[in-house]
């Protein structure tokens, strides 16, 4: 996995992974369950990448 700046992470083959999106994580990218202690609330879902795509490039 590479993430916007580069970094390269070497996981697994198959593994399943979690990433941090409250910024609270002392392992980031990756959340360690911070997000239970800072009562983040995301109730959103991510899109998968092709529906992350503006309507008009797909
Ligand atoms: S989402 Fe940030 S620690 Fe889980």
């Given at each position: 996995m590479i993430d916007a700046d580069g970094n390269e992470y070497y996981l697994q083959e198959g593994a399943n992974v979690a990433l941090c999106?409250?910024?609270?994580?002392?392992?980031k990218p990756f959340c360690d369950a911070t997000h239970k202690a800072n009562a983040f609330d995301a109730p959103e879902r991510a899109l998968c990448p092709l529906d992350a795509q503006p309507a008009e490039t797909v």
């Open positions: 999106r409250c910024g609270g994580s002392s392992t």
